[in-house]
């Protein structure tokens, strides 16, 4: 099972590779890599969710206590990051944020969906749309109130959440998914010349996105925190699914259900930590490590925890 597993989630991780070697080899550089990856995100991503929404009648309902079930682990284990990051790490209370983040923010789009249609089918997109929608929203207004919080600031949830908001609404990923879902009600069809132009450039996500992972991950370095990348390794790719795994029995989720919730927490580090790390300038180096170092054995550990406990 693992084998076969394997098999079909290797030519996704493959694309991630060649764009890293292309980028090492300096056969593209980062601004065709940003380039690509805006294209995905802006165009591609949001086309192939607007198809298969569009479809939505013909399709099983989203199950809106996946949410409870991912974003519960997410909201678990970040608490459990920062007990880590304050017992054993000695971070302050930014570091501790970061840290915690790094062990629930995962490459949901890029990555997520192109494995969920691979090992799952598009069947799923619907109930992990759910995760797509509210992921980036909760990420970072969780990861802004606790910084706030640790540099004595008082943090003003109000604006936090209307900036949040309005920042949700205006994302690709959303807006394609609001859109598809809103034509497929209608019960119209696209002309054939159009929908045939909307099925290429949806087509088209996979590749580009995963591409464009490998390109944006050559710029990153290892650097000497080693000890941090293995709590946030361990944390991402095997606390995470398996509280997720725990929160979906004690729900009572079905088995697509599960399967689709336990595959979004095996994913490696999200960009987006990153970014985060950036924006408020902490373990920079540990998250680019981080990012590195999950997304590689994302390659072996996702087939790896899917086969395990026979959610594929």
């Known amino acids: 099972m693992f084998v076969q597993n394997f098999l079909v989630?290797?030519?996704?991780?493959?694309?991630?590779?060649?764009?890293?070697?292309?980028?090492?080899?300096?056969?593209?550089?980062?601004a065709i890599g940003n380039g690509l990856s805006r294209y995905a995100f802006v165009i591609a991503i949001p086309m192939l969710l607007f198809n298969v929404m569009s479809n939505?009648?013909?399709?099983?309902?989203?199950?809106?206590?996946?949410?409870?079930?991912f974003f519960g682990s997410c909201f678990i284990v970040f608490l459990i990051g920062r007990i880590v990051g304050s017992k054993?790490?000695?971070l302050n209370g930014e570091g501790q944020t970061i840290f915690g983040m790094a062990g629930v923010f995962s490459n949901n789009v890029q990555l997520g969906i192109p494995i969920a249609i691979a090992l799952l089918g598009e069947k799923v997109l619907p109930s992990i749309a759910v995760i797509f929608s509210l992921n980036g929203f909760?990420?970072?207004?969780?990861?802004t109130v606790a910084i706030e919080m640790s540099r004595n600031k008082s943090p003003s949830f109000k604006k936090t959440l209307i900036k949040g908001t309005i920042s949700t609404l205006k994302n690709p990923i959303v807006v394609g998914i609001l859109a598809g879902t809103a034509w497929g009600l209608t019960g119209w069809n696209l002309p054939p010349p159009v929908?045939?132009?909307?099925?290429?450039?949806g087509d088209s996500a996979s590749t580009v996105a995963l591409f464009s992972v490998g390109v944006g991950l050559?710029?990153?370095?290892?650097?000497?925190?080693?000890?941090?990348?293995?709590?946030?390794?361990?944390?991402?790719l095997f606390v995470q699914p398996l509280v997720v795994l725990l929160l979906c029995h004690l729900i009572g989720l079905g088995q697509t259900e599960t399967a689709a919730t336990f595959l979004m927490a095996c994913l490696p580090v999200g960009v987006n930590v990153y970014i985060m790390a950036?924006?408020?300038?902490v373990l920079q180096g540990a998250t680019a490590n981080a990012l590195l170092v999950t997304t590689a054995l994302a390659a072996f550990?996702?087939?790896?925890?899917?086969?395990?406990?026979?959610?594929?």
């Open 9 to 30: 989630a290797f030519p996704l991780f493959a694309l991630i590779g060649i764009g890293f070697f292309c980028t090492k080899i300096r056969l593209v550089n980062d």
């Open 56 to 69: 939505i009648t013909h399709l099983p309902p989203p199950n809106w206590w996946i949410a409870i079930s």
């Open 88 to 90: 054993y790490l000695k």
């Open 138 to 143: 909760l990420m970072w207004t969780i990861a």
């Open 195 to 201: 929908q045939k132009t909307a099925t290429l450039l």
């Open 218 to 236: 050559a710029k990153y370095k290892f650097s000497s925190s080693i000890n941090f990348t293995v709590y946030i390794t361990a944390l991402k």
């Open 278 to 281: 950036q924006e408020f300038d």
């Open 301 to 312: 550990t996702v087939p790896m925890m899917m086969s395990l406990f026979g959610l594929v």
